[in-house]
């Protein structure tokens, strides 16, 4: 594995794990990282009061020109297809919902974009 590819993997990680604190302290209650089925992932997935959230983490040094950028169609259909997976595995009867976090920063200082409901799907 190359330099760069592991420091984008530990940038990575350490944004997926700002981003799970900063959940935690909004009442969010994790229910998974990391879940995959096959090469489709979902970063994390949360309770947040009627919702079950499928969260995707974009972790940057800086702030990309359009937050629409960060996640392409391809990406939001694995995210898609990865969340069906899971309502099926786990019998989730509650609603939905397709957040993103964008953490801008590093060595855990990071300013934290939340976006819930960032994108639609009627999943169940």
Known sequence: MRQDDENTIEKGMA??????????????????????????????????GQYVAFIEVKTRKTPPQRIEDLISRTKMQ????AASYYIKAKHITQECRFDVMVLIGSNGKYD?????????????
């Not at 694995?78 to 297809?81: G, P």
């Not at 934290?112 to 169940?124: H, Q, T, V």
């Open 112 to 124: 934290i974009n939340f976006m819930p409901g960032a994108f639609r799907s009627y999943l169940r």
């Open 15 to 48: 944004g997926e794990e700002a981003a799970v604190n900063f959940l935690v302290s909004k009442g969010l209650k994790i229910l998974d990282r990391n879940w995959r089925v096959g090469h489709k992932e979902v970063d994390i997935i949360a309770v947040d």
């Open 78 to 81: 694995n995210l898609l297809s």
